[in-house]
């Protein structure tokens, strides 16, 4: 006759603990159009990521970079997003917004982007009016 050791069950009392639970929501990935630029947006939960998948010509990211990160609640978005300048470290702002409830294929968020001193890195303020200051996406294919 065999003879359960305390480690013995101690293993199955954690696989039966770890089997009886709810499986995570499943994670989800999509490409998205954002100023030119395909866009990476990871979903888990509530939790959302977007970052550069294939970035325009021109710009100081490379593909990974993460352009947004937070939460989405209902049909509101709300989280953190970056400002990007070469040679700088990214700037990040807080954003929110909605996701077209009808289709949940158009995304648009808005927050006061940070504006960098001149010629260098330094934040010196924040504009509700600049063109980072209104992130808009629209959706492309399930990567």
Not at 10 to 36: I, K
């Amino acid at each position: 006759m065999l003879k359960a050791t305390p480690l013995a069950i101690l293993a199955g009392l954690l696989f039966t603990a770890m089997t009886a639970l709810p499986a995570p929501a499943s994670a989800g990935q999509s490409l998205w159009s954002h100023n030119g630029s395909t866009m990476l947006w990871y979903s888990n939960g509530q939790r959302r990521q977007v970052s550069y998948y294939a970035p325009r010509a021109g710009l100081s990211v490379n593909p990974g970079t993460v352009l947004f990160e937070g939460q989405k609640v209902g049909s509101e978005i709300y989280g953190t997003a970056y400002v990007f300048k070469r040679g700088c470290q990214p700037a990040p702002y807080t954003v929110r917004g909605l996701v077209d409830p009808s289709n949940q294929t158009h995304v648009v968020l808005y927050g006061s982007a940070p504006i960098r001193q001149r010629g260098g890195c330094r934040v010196v303020g924040y504009n509700p009016q600049s063109s980072n200051s209104r992130l808009e996406f629209n959706y492309l294919r399930r990567y």
